[in-house]
């Protein structure tokens, strides 16, 4: 037997050549006297046949679906073929035979879910797992290119980033109350003081109903905070980022994004700089298309969709009203009704994909917008000691990378984007 390789290496050897591969039974079928398994592994799939006369045939005639084999052969090209090449096979080692698989080519995606760690073994969840892969490789290259410390923050907090309705609280060992992180923001802000430049990616929890194609109560959160920069700096980092990052993608997942069925020229598009809208604008856009919004109100996933078909490449959207955005975004000074915040939205009717802005620096203002907003000072203590010793102008965003990966990968639910969701009606598995 020759030395085992991967299938995809196995498609690029010339006919006749002596191949041995090892994975799972993607598919079989038997026709006339002849055994058809088309065998998977981590880098493609490919076809050996068996005929009557091959040691194989009969381990071939039995092996089920999912079973895990190793396949030998020689090659032979067929157009018809997976690939173009399949083998003809000469034996088949049953590692483990599969009881009968669960999953059918008509199974609902409620079912996928229930059956979620088996389903990850799919073509298509395969394919977005290695572009999720890339997105995240492609991110942490790009901040630590860029100067960016990467840290860690805590999960258990005691005080909320956005405000209070959409915590998950927990039970402490001490018998207090702490809660689930929505977001590492504040603890990055701790370290600009030292490093200047932070990221950090981890999971973060929101308890919202929310029951759109894009919520997920436990998501992968990219935060980064940067001492000495302003909204126009973050901006810039931000769109710099993303076209990173759908660059690395386009070069290494080609095959897994024509798998899908991605348009390759509309990500070919995701070139700095992105375009600017304003609030303002956005909210003229969508009365004149009929949409029931004034001036005021925030956007949810239908007015983004709106908007994000009057753009082919992701966009920023600007100065959103006090009301709309969290209590640490500073207040445009020539304008203190709107923010110095901005969304990111992705295009295709993806919507919001990054929100970030400037942050309050000046002690006094702070203390002043967490009242106003009917908080207590008192809950951000430590929050506020930032701003008494030695403050800085400063400016950060968050970026779900669910959200990202469902965009370029053009999925049409964010639960297809990680292997194992987390939504408001599913903790299993």
Not at 118 to 128: I, P, Y
Not at 294 to 316: I, N, S
Not at 343 to 369: F, Q, S, T
Request: no cysteine; net charge neutral; charged share 30%.
């Amino acid at each position: 037997m020759s030395q085992v390789i991967p299938v995809r290496e196995a498609l690029k050897l010339s006919q006749g050549e002596e191949v041995t591969v090892r994975g799972w039974v993607y598919r079989r079928r038997d026709l006339g006297d002849k055994a058809f398994v088309v065998v998977r592994d981590s880098t493609g799939i490919i076809q050996a046949v068996f005929s009557p006369s091959a040691r194989g045939h009969d381990a071939a005639r039995r092996v089920t679906v999912e079973s895990s084999v190793i396949v030998s052969g020689r090659l032979r090209d067929d157009p018809r073929a997976p690939g173009g090449k399949e083998i003809q096979g000469e034996n088949l080692e049953i590692v483990s035979l599969a009881d009968n698989f669960p999953i059918r080519r008509d199974a609902s995606r409620e079912f996928l879910l229930e059956v979620r760690h088996l389903a990850v073994r799919s073509r298509k969840l395969t394919a977005v797992l290695k572009i999720r892969d890339t997105a995240f490789a492609a991110l942490h290259e790009w901040f630590r290119t860029n100067g960016y410390y990467e840290v860690q923050a805590p999960m258990f907090v005691s005080a909320a980033v956005e405000g209070g309705a959409t915590l998950f609280p927990v039970k402490y060992v001490d018998g207090s109350t702490v809660y689930l992180t929505q977001s590492s923001q504040f603890y990055l802000e701790a370290l600009i003081f030292s490093l200047e430049k932070v990221y950090t990616v981890a999971p973060s929890f929101r308890a919202e109903k929310s029951r759109t194609r894009r919520h997920l109560t436990e998501y992968w959160h990219a935060e980064a905070e940067a001492a000495w920069m302003g909204l126009e700096g973050i901006l810039k980092v931000e769109e710099e980022l993303i076209s990173h990052i759908v660059r690395r993608v386009l070069e290494k997942n080609h095959d897994e994004l024509t798998f899908l069925g991605r348009d390759l020229s509309r990500l070919k598009l995701v070139e700095p700089p992105f375009p600017r809208i304003s609030y303002d604008k956005a909210i003229e856009i969508l009365q004149n298309k009929g949409v029931g919004i004034k001036w005021g109100d925030d956007l949810g996933a239908d007015e983004e969709r709106v908007l994000t078909m009057e753009f082919d490449k992701p966009f920023f959207l600007y100065g959103f009203p006090e009301s709309v955005k969290a209590f640490y975004h500073k207040n445009d000074p020539s304008r203190p009704s709107v923010t110095l915040s901005a969304d990111l939205l992705a295009p295709e009717g993806y919507g919001e994909i990054i929100g970030g802005g400037e942050r309050i620096d000046k002690l006094e203002e702070l203390v002043e917008k967490i009242k106003r907003f009917g908080l207590n000072p008192s809950d951000y203590e430590w929050y506020l000691d930032l701003r008494r010793y030695g403050s800085v102008p400063h400016a950060g965003f968050g970026l779900g990378m669910d959200r990202l990966v469902m965009w370029i990968a053009g999925l049409d639910h964010i639960v297809d984007s990680l292997p194992f969701p987390r939504t408001t009606s599913r903790t299993y598995p």
